[in-house]
Structure formats: C-alpha cells, structure tokens
C-alpha cells in the first residue's frame, strides 16, 4: 500500500457557498410549493390557497383516522 502525501490545506481555494434562506425566494417558491400540494391532496386542483389549507388539514384528519383504524384492527387479529 502505497501513502500519497495530502494536499496542503494553506493552498486550498475555499469557495464560499450561498445558504438558500427564505429571504429572498419570492413568490415564485411559493406558488410551486401550492402547485405541488394541489397535486398530492385529492380534489385539489384548482382550489384556492386558503380552500386547499382547509381541504389539506381535513385530509391529514382523515389519514390519521384511517391509521387508528388499522392499527386497531392489527390489535384485534393479532396472533
């Protein structure tokens, strides 16, 4: 096994990265991030911003029923 001496860190050029924050992204972001919710909730598309928020949080109720469902159901069959 051959060693290979390591570069000399003083010599390195850094480049600095720019943090994506939220300052700055506009709106553009924002109507893709509805744009993509309207897809992933049923009867979303072409719903307005505050309809879908609503639609949305019903949703994630329903999703949690129906997981406190079966996993009640596993409970009751369960070996």
């Known amino acids: ?3 290979t001496p390591c570069k ?3 010599k390195v050029e850094w480049r ?3 943090r994506r924050s939220a300052v700055g992204r506009g709106v553009g972001s924002v109507q893709s ?3 993509k919710l309207q897809k992933l909730i049923p009867g ?3 719903l307005q911003q505050d309809l879908l928020l609503l639609r949305t949080a ?3 109720l329903h999703l949690r029923l129906k997981v406190n469902v079966l996993q009640a159901l596993s409970k009751i ?3």
Do not use: E, L, T
């Open 1 to 3: 096994m051959k060693c």
């Open 77 to 79: 069959y369960q070996p």
């Open 44 to 46: 979303g598309q072409g």
């Open 33 to 35: 991030k509805v744009r």
């Open 16 to 18: 600095s990265r720019r």
């Open 8 to 10: 000399d860190f003083s």
């Open 58 to 60: 019903h949703y994630i």
